[in-house]
């Protein structure tokens, strides 16, 4: 049970004694409302209902980042979370290009985004059983910090786990969309052009799933903002008054 807040009974009796007897229904309603405001209870949210407001607010925030990034070019032609092609690559991508390679980069670049894509619909369960989980105060935090706040808690309490669990996902959907193939096609031509050393060897399965999951915790943290921000995006009667108390 969550802990409420106790109307202090002095003042209460206080009132009774002096309002008038002549005192309307409206009138009394208005008195209760001011007196609330002024004890500070009308703004008052129980901890049951803060947990359960900001976990509803990570779900419905997580669920719709989830759904944006999964869709064809949720992260290839999103800017803000395309998955670039790695250092080692990227070094050396102008001579790729310039030897008439730059079909083979491009369809790597573009086979990295699709295997995110594809994988990124996994995710959604593993952050909502991520979500079960916080406390009274963790919430309280939450609700009156930064516009992700919520965000950074939740990569915080959840990135290490997610990354173990969503990689073997990536690879499956890597493997399914051929980017180790175009990767090792690319390479192979790389080897032949002169002055090009080999490519600095990397992990590319954790290259991909840490960037596919920094996108995701950037589209969390945009609909988080637009929950705190945006009341049209409150979209259920707890984000309304968990939110419009803040």
Do not use: C
């Amino acid at each position: 049970m969550g802990r409420t807040r106790l109307i202090p009974i002095l003042p209460v009796l206080i009132a009774l004694i002096f309002i008038p007897a002549s005192t309307s229904r409206a009138q009394w309603g208005d008195f209760l409302k001011g007196f609330k405001k002024t004890i500070g209870l009308e703004q008052g949210l129980t901890e049951d209902k803060i947990v359960e407001g900001l976990k509803e607010a990570l779900r419905i925030g997580s669920s719709n980042a989830v759904t944006m990034v999964s869709e064809t070019d949720g992260y290839f032609k999103n800017p803000k979370i395309k998955i670039p092609l790695p250092v080692p690559v990227r070094n050396i991508e102008k001579i790729v290009r310039a030897a008439g390679y730059g079909s083979l980069v491009d369809s790597f670049e573009l086979s990295m985004n699709r295997a995110a894509e594809k994988a990124a619909p996994q995710a959604r369960t593993l952050f909502w059983e991520s979500i079960k989980q916080m406390s009274f105060d963790d919430a309280r935090k939450i609700l009156e910090g930064r516009d992700n706040e919520a965000t950074l808690y939740f990569k915080d309490k959840t990135s290490d786990q997610l990354g173990r669990i969503f990689k073997p996902i990536v690879h499956d959907s890597m493997t399914r969309v051929g980017v180790t193939r175009h990767y090792q096609e690319m390479e192979s031509k790389i080897r032949s052009l002169p002055l090009v050393n080999n490519l600095m060897p990397f992990d590319l399965d954790q290259y991909v799933t840490g960037k596919a999951l920094d996108g995701l915790f950037l589209m969390l943290a945009d609909e988080e903002r637009k929950i705190r921000e945006n009341p049209a995006a409150r979209v259920t009667d707890l984000l309304q008054e968990v939110f419009g108390h803040k």
